[in-house]
Nanobody, 119 residues
Framework: QVRLVESGGGLVQPGGSLRLSCAAS????????MNWYRQAPGKERELVAH????????NYAAPVKGRFTISRDDAKNTGYLQMNSLKPEDTAVYYC????????????WGQGTQVTVSS
């Protein structure tokens, strides 16, 4: 059974930090690129960060560049999003996503974890 389970969300003050985790099971995680998306109330889901399969290249959305770091530990089948210098506008539900494109397209999602940045 394919599963992606996020954890690590919560309430944090502006300027604080959180680290989100995404535990994968039921598929070959190391062969998949991993993304973190977020969705704020009333807004569309947006891509926040991307890391290629097997710890390859990373990319970030402009609003989080320099503050967020995406990483993965394929030995633990787990991905991470380290979020520093958090701002109220970072408040959203954060989703883990794993994708692989061969002659078939595989696309898996977690259930999301709430991040609230507020004083």
């Amino acid at each position: 059974q394919v599963r992606l389970v996020e954890s690590g969300g919560g309430l944090v003050q502006p300027g604080g930090s959180l680290r989100l985790s995404c535990a994968a099971s039921g598929f070959a995680f190391s062969s998949y690129a991993m993304n973190w998306y977020r969705q704020a109330p009333g807004k569309e889901r947006e891509l926040v960060a991307h890391i290629a399969a097997a710890g390859g290249s990373t990319n970030y959305a402009a609003p989080v560049k320099g503050r967020f770091t995406i990483s993965r530990d394929d030995a633990k089948n787990t991905g991470y999003l380290q979020m520093n210098s958090l701002k109220p506008e970072d408040t959203a539900v954060y989703y883990c996503n794993a994708v692989r494109s061969t002659w078939l397209y595989y696309n898996y999602w977690g259930q999301g974890t709430q991040v609230t940045v507020s004083s």
